[in-house]
Antibody, heavy 122, light 111 residues
């Protein structure tokens, strides 16, 4: 069974960089046809797609976050990562990584990590 | 920001049928992109409930069903049970965003 697990600091200071890693087990991050995504959920709020990466390195970012985010992949470690620069309190959220299925008519997220809470505070 | 609109809450007694609507625009559902639904139990990660409008992943009870028409979609829960109390989100692809868009979320309460 595919499993995803987020890891990284739970507390980040304002204006600094948030860094998270998602480790994939029970399957290969290089599987053809599957993409890998980051999604976040601010406390008491809804879900927000952050960005997506393919094992080849192709990336797709939410336009409102594009200037501050970088998603990368390390196929040798079966991991992908998220960096968000210049964080503010508005970036406080539970961050989820997920596997994404893609075709010309759909994007959906079929496996999710348990999520990790990142708080932005001095 | 592109977003799919859902009612904030729906409720029903055990055994009843409830439906959750998801209204999109011409850049997402109305453009022909498929709709998917997620269930988020309190304190847990979202779980895929319906994919590509009407399909249930293995293990999802057939009490859950999805439909799509024009610029909207619906999730129906029949034979409502206490364990169905959760937040439900619809999701689709948006061509103007060039990425994924989620619904505003609906809290289902079992009376």
């Amino acid at each position: 069974q595919l499993q995803l697990e987020e890891s990284g600091p739970g507390l980040v200071k304002p204006s600094e960089t948030l860094s998270l890693t998602c480790t994939v087990s029970g399957g290969s991050i290089s599987s053809r046809g599957y993409y890998w995504a980051w999604i976040r959920q601010a406390p008491g709020k809804g879900l927000e797609w952050i960005g997506t990466i393919y094992y080849s390195g192709s990336t797709y970012y939410h336009p409102s976050l594009k200037s501050r985010i970088t998603i990368s992949v390390d196929t040798s470690k079966n991991q992908f990562s998220l960096k968000v620069t210049s964080v503010t309190a508005a970036d406080t959220a539970v961050y989820y990584c997920a596997r994404q299925s893609v075709s010309n008519t759909f994007w959906f997220f079929d496996f999710w990590g348990r999520g990790t809470l990142v708080s932005v505070s001095s | 920001q592109s977003v799919l609109t859902q009612p904030p809450s729906v409720s029903g007694a055990p055994g009843q049928r409830v439906t959750i609507s998801c209204t999109g625009t011409s850049s997402n559902i109305g453009a022909g992109y498929d709709v998917h639904w997620y269930q988020q139990l309190p304190g847990t990660a979202p779980k895929l409930l319906i994919f590509v409008n009407t399909n249930r992943p293995s293990g999802v009870p057939d009490r859950f069903s999805g439909s799509k028409s024009d610029t909207s979609a619906s999730l129906a829960i029949s034979g409502l049970r206490a364990e169905d109390e959760a937040d439900y989100y619809c999701q689709s692809y948006d061509s103007s965003l060039r990425g994924s868009v989620f619904g505003t979320g609906t809290k289902v309460t079992v009376l």
